[in-house]
């Protein structure tokens, strides 16, 4: 049975470079759920504000992450693109949803641990960023989230939220499920940290052959083989980890046992998988270059994204503020039309 009626929603940052990490472990994924499930798709720029960024470069990091998440499939026909900021719903749910999300629930979770310990000044909006990611689902009341394991701490604190929620005020959002997909955790370029757009550790996803090329070579392979006469163990190193997706598996087979006997180089090995990912992103990469061309194109599957998605945030949003007690609406009655006055009776002569 398809499962066209049940809505799915997911987010991705506006943060940087959109890489293979973002691609495999989220938007492949993305792009195949269209074809089960009602799809709303958010780039989630009030989030990407919660960390240091630069302002000027904001605007463009979300374009680009438009063209890219486009290019990768993600058309206007097969799903809702939109930009967070464009749909103010978002920060006011969030705001009503923070009233009922205990502090200590934010502090203990692990994403906000580990950004707090690379950022000098911490705000209250990374210590918040949870809470307004459960705003973005409950808002369109989205049965699953397509997430990765990073992410699951937070979509149980969304569920946690909206139980609370709905206790206090009465049933409204439901409790969404997280849909692990079968992308992996990728690794950055340094073998050793989760590709992210923020580590400078990344392969980007438009990236040309070229530049695959160069920033493949700046992987780190096996930390043992030092040599190119050493044999190498495969099992630890990051770029056999990308020969098993973007390889045949005849070739992949072949990489391991030369590997293991010493008989390609680190290398050798690198272009390859770098041609490899070359092949099987060139459509993507020139769909990409189309869209660049086309700006408007781009603006408009955003406008229109967000007229589609405010329909639905709309009716949440003023559903949740009349439970809450927030009548909104304080324009005067309009008075009743006046009675029409009786007909003068003459003066009896
Ligand atoms: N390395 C990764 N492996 C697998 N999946 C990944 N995702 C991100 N990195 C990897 C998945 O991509 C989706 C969108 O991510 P995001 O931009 O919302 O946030 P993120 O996980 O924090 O991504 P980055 O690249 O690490 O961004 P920064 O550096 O800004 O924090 C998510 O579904 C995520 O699981």
């Not at 989030?47 to 470069?57: D, N, R």
């Not at 909206?162 to 340094?190: H, M, S």
């Not at 780190?220 to 997706?245: K, Q, S």
Request: charged share 25%; with cysteine; net charge negative.
């Amino acid at each position: 049975m398809t499962e066209t009626r049940r809505r799915v929603f997911s987010g991705i940052q506006p943060s940087g470079d959109v890489h293979l990490g973002n691609y495999l472990g989220a938007i492949k994924n993305w792009v195949e759920l269209t074809e089960r499930y009602e799809s709303i798709y958010c780039i989630v720029d009030l989030h990407a504000i919660t960390i240091p960024y630069e302002p000027e470069e904001l605007h463009d990091r979300v374009l680009d992450l438009a063209v890219a998440l486009i290019a990768s499939g993600l058309e206007a026909d097969r799903c809702t693109l939109f930009v967070q900021s464009h749909v103010p719903e978002h920060a006011e749910l969030a705001w009503l949803l923070n009233t009922v999300t205990p502090l200590g629930d934010l502090q203990r979770m692990t994403q906000f641990k580990e950004k707090s310990e690379r950022i000098k000044a911490v705000s209250a909006g990374l210590l918040n960023y949870p809470v307004l990611q459960a705003a973005d689902i409950l808002l369109y009341r989205a049965d699953l989230v397509p997430v990765g394991e990073d992410q699951r701490q937070h979509l149980e604190l969304t569920r946690e939220i909206a139980r609370r929620w709905n206790a206090r005020y009465g049933e409204l959002f439901p409790e969404p499920d997280a849909l692990i997909g079968p992308g992996r955790r990728v690794l950055g370029l340094d073998g050793v940290s989760k590709m992210s757009k923020s580590q400078n550790n990344v392969i980007p996803l438009l990236a040309t052959p070229e530049e695959l090329d160069a920033i493949v070579r700046t992987a780190v392979t096996d930390p043992a083989r030092v040599a190119r006469v050493d044999p190498g163990n495969p099992n630890v190193c990051n770029v056999f980890a990308l020969h098993r997706v973007f390889s045949s598996p005849a070739e992949v087979e072949e990489i391991e046992i030369r590997c293991q006997t010493a008989g390609i180089g680190c290398v050798e090995c690198k272009r390859l998988l770098a041609g490899n990912i070359a092949d099987e992103l060139a459509p993507v990469r020139e769909r990409a270059l189309e869209l660049r061309e086309r700006p408007d194109l781009v603006r408009e599957v955003l406008h229109e994204g967000a007229e589609r998605a405010r329909v639905i945030a709309r009716e949440t949003l003023a559903e949740a503020y009349d439970r809450m007690g927030l009548r909104r609406n304080m324009a005067p009655t309009p008075a009743a039309p006046a009675a029409p006055a009786p007909a003068a009776t003459p003066d009896p002569a």
